[in-house]
């Protein structure tokens, strides 16, 4: 059976809304790597202290050991066990405050010198160890060195650490405690970073949502901090602007269709009605046949100017682009419009330099340019003068066709190139009202512009074309 409605904007497929938000939403993972690397950073500090303070207490005992066994090493090569116990009692009776710990024992265990009472139990063999002994009897915590003599005699050297072990259990306290502060600590600040997360998102997703119901006027709202949300907020806003702008392009576009192609559509569905309830001959018929087809041949070619204006923003004849030399081609455009301008009494004059090089499809540029030599000719009052230029430019190639028209006032070039756009003044004479369109599609593909200017009096249009094409 399936369910109807639609899921939740932003809810997480599988999961009920309320674990949005739960330990498997971004924000969670957020927050808790925040939390890690705060405690992984805390660690690490501990650990270096540590290794500075009571490791650095330790390696400075060891030293000091090491060379006190060094020293003993010397005077056993240099009179043997005899030398080597005179040296640890004279030691000793020099110093007898001292932190010094030493042993010295015969092969069958009897102290033969040393501050010790006895052997330490827990020394089986050589090496180093840190163990509790007594020193008149008193207990000391000492980090001593265990060593076997020839003989079978056996030394032990140490020093008192007892101080540095309360160092040590000190500096252990205050890191244990500070490692609790900062968890705590990195638990309140993975708490606000989860809730800034969530704001962040949350607006987002609110607009969103708002978006998906319907209302293309919400935006996602800015903190002014101009940080990356700042950043991603203008990016969805400027996206969600594009959006509206294409939508209210399409209800345009619908509106227009319906408008301007109810006229022809009716009108050839009137003729045929006519023709067929009341002509009287095949002449009649054939005529009132081929005023339908004219009509709808200019449907037809609505259609396909249309599609052709979609292919063109697509971006799909940028495979088309080669270099080419715009010269010829406004050369060719002015002989060919040359007949049509001297039928309406108009004077059609050309200048471009020798060389107009670009990169692009010279069949859509051709076609932009016969849009715009149309647009000229066919509001051109008889006996003005129709000017096309090409010229070279810093960027690439600036084309022109300029007029003595009625123009376009300036308030309306803005719309101009909007599909089916007529001004007022362009309300009395034939067309779709997609020529500007186009040539504006063509002009985008191409990463150039076409700017509409006031040739006081008339019409100037300028299409500028770079040298190089835009990145697909």
Same mark, same amino acid.
């Given at each position: 059976?399936?369910?109807?409605?639609?899921?939740?904007?932003?809810?997480?497929?599988?999961?009920?809304?309320?674990?949005?938000?739960?330990?498997?939403?971004? @924000?969670?993972?957020?927050? &808790?790597?925040?939390?890690?690397?705060?405690?992984?950073?805390?660690?690490?500090?501990?650990?270096?202290?540590?290794?500075?303070?009571? @490791? &650095?207490?330790?390696?400075?005992?060891?030293?000091?050991?090491?060379?006190?066994?060094?020293?003993?090493? &010397?005077?056993?090569?240099?009179?043997?066990?005899?030398l080597?116990?005179?040296t640890?009692?004279e030691?000793?009776?020099?110093?007898?405050?001292?932190?010094a710990?030493?042993?010295?024992?015969?092969?069958?265990?009897?102290? *033969?010198?040393?501050? *010790?009472?006895?052997?330490?139990?827990?020394?089986?063999?050589?090496?180093?160890?840190?163990?509790?002994?007594?020193?008149?009897g008193?207990?000391?915590?000492?980090?001593?060195?265990?060593?076997?003599?020839?003989?079978?005699?056996?030394?032990?050297?140490?020093?008192?650490?007892s101080?540095?072990?309360k160092i040590?259990?000190?500096?252990?306290?205050?890191?244990v405690?500070?490692?609790?502060?900062?968890?705590?600590?990195?638990?309140?600040?993975?708490?606000?970073?989860?809730?800034?997360?969530?704001?962040m998102?949350?607006?987002?997703?609110?607009?969103?949502?708002?978006?998906?119901? =319907?209302?293309?006027?919400?935006?996602?709202?800015?903190? @002014?901090?101009?940080?990356?949300?700042?950043?991603?907020?203008?990016?969805?806003?400027?996206?969600?602007?594009?959006?509206?702008?294409?939508?209210?392009?399409?209800?345009?576009? $619908?509106?227009?269709?319906?408008?301007?192609?109810? %006229?022809?559509i009716?009108?050839?569905?009137?003729?045929?009605?006519? &023709?067929? =309830?009341?002509?009287?001959?095949?002449?009649?018929?054939?005529s009132?046949?081929?005023?339908?087809?004219?009509?709808?041949?200019?449907?037809?070619?609505?259609?396909?100017? *249309?599609?052709?204006?979609?292919?063109?923003?697509?971006?799909?004849?940028?495979?088309?682009?080669?270099?080419?030399?715009?010269?010829?081609?406004?050369?060719?455009?002015?002989?060919?419009?040359?007949?049509?301008?001297?039928?309406?009494?108009?004077?059609?004059?050309l200048?471009?330099?020798?060389?107009?090089?670009?990169?692009?499809?010279?069949?859509?540029?051709?076609?932009?340019?016969?849009? *715009?030599?149309?647009?000229?000719?066919?509001? $051109?009052?008889?006996?003005?003068?129709?000017?096309?230029?090409?010229?070279?430019?810093?960027?690439?190639?600036?084309?022109?066709?300029?007029?003595?028209?009625?123009?376009?006032?300036?308030?309306?070039?803005?719309?101009? %190139?909007?599909?089916?756009?007529?001004?007022?003044?362009?309300?009395?004479?034939?067309? $779709?009202?997609?020529?500007? $369109?186009?040539?504006?599609?063509?002009?985008?593909?191409?990463?150039?512009?076409?700017?509409?200017?006031?040739?006081?009096? =008339?019409?100037?249009?300028?299409?500028?074309?770079?040298?190089?094409?835009?990145?697909?």
């Open positions: 059976m399936k369910s109807g409605g639609a899921q939740p904007v932003g809810a997480i497929a599988g999961l009920p809304e309320r674990l949005n938000f739960g330990v498997r939403s971004a @924000g969670f993972r957020f927050a &808790a790597l925040y939390a890690v690397l705060i405690l992984v950073s805390v660690a690490a500090l501990a650990l270096f202290l540590w290794w500075q303070t009571a @490791g &650095a207490l330790d390696r400075q005992a060891e030293t000091v050991i090491t060379f006190d066994v060094d020293d003993l090493r &010397a005077q056993l090569a240099i009179g043997g066990i005899p080597l116990a005179e640890i009692e030691r000793i009776k020099q110093n007898p405050e001292s932190d710990v030493y042993m010295l024992t015969d092969p069958v265990g009897d102290r *033969l010198a040393g501050n *010790l009472t006895r052997w330490p139990a827990e020394i089986v063999r050589r090496g180093w160890y840190d163990l509790t002994v007594e020193r008149g008193t207990p000391l915590i000492t980090r001593v060195q265990a060593l076997a003599l020839p003989g079978g005699s056996r030394l032990l050297v140490g020093r008192d650490i101080i540095r072990t040590s259990e000190l500096l252990t306290r205050a890191l405690w500070g490692t609790g502060v900062v968890v705590v600590l990195a638990t309140l600040g993975a708490l606000l970073v989860r809730k800034l997360f969530r704001r998102i949350g607006n987002v997703s609110a607009t969103a949502a708002a978006v998906s119901r =319907g209302d293309l006027t919400r935006r996602v709202q800015l903190s @002014g901090r101009g940080d990356e949300f700042d950043q991603l907020s203008e990016a969805i806003n400027d996206m969600l602007d594009r959006i509206a702008r294409l939508m209210e392009g399409v209800k345009q576009v $619908s509106n227009a269709i319906a408008h301007d192609l109810r %006229t022809p009716a009108r050839a569905r009137a003729r045929l009605e006519e &023709a067929s =309830g009341h002509g009287s001959g095949a002449a009649e018929l054939r009132a046949i081929d005023q339908a087809t004219a009509d709808l041949d200019g449907i037809v070619s609505v259609f396909q100017a *249309l599609l052709r204006i979609a292919e063109i923003e697509a971006g799909s004849r940028r495979a088309a682009f080669a270099p080419v030399d715009l010269a010829p081609l406004l050369a060719d455009m002015a002989e060919l419009y040359e007949a049509s301008a001297e039928e309406k009494g108009l004077t059609l004059q200048r471009a330099s020798t060389s107009l090089p670009v990169d692009g499809d010279v069949t859509l540029i051709q076609q932009a340019v016969a849009n *715009l030599l149309d647009n000229a000719l066919k509001f $051109s009052p008889s006996g003005s003068l129709v000017m096309l230029s090409g010229t070279a430019v810093a960027i690439g190639v600036e084309i022109a066709v300029t007029d003595r028209g009625p123009g376009i006032p300036k308030t309306e070039r803005a719309q101009a %190139t909007d599909r089916f756009y007529r001004g007022e003044k362009a309300r009395s004479t034939p067309g $779709s009202g997609l020529g500007l $369109s186009l040539v504006q599609a063509v002009a985008q593909l191409h990463g150039g512009t076409l700017i509409l200017a006031d040739a006081e009096p =008339g019409l100037r249009a300028v299409l500028t074309l770079p040298n190089k094409p835009p990145m697909a």
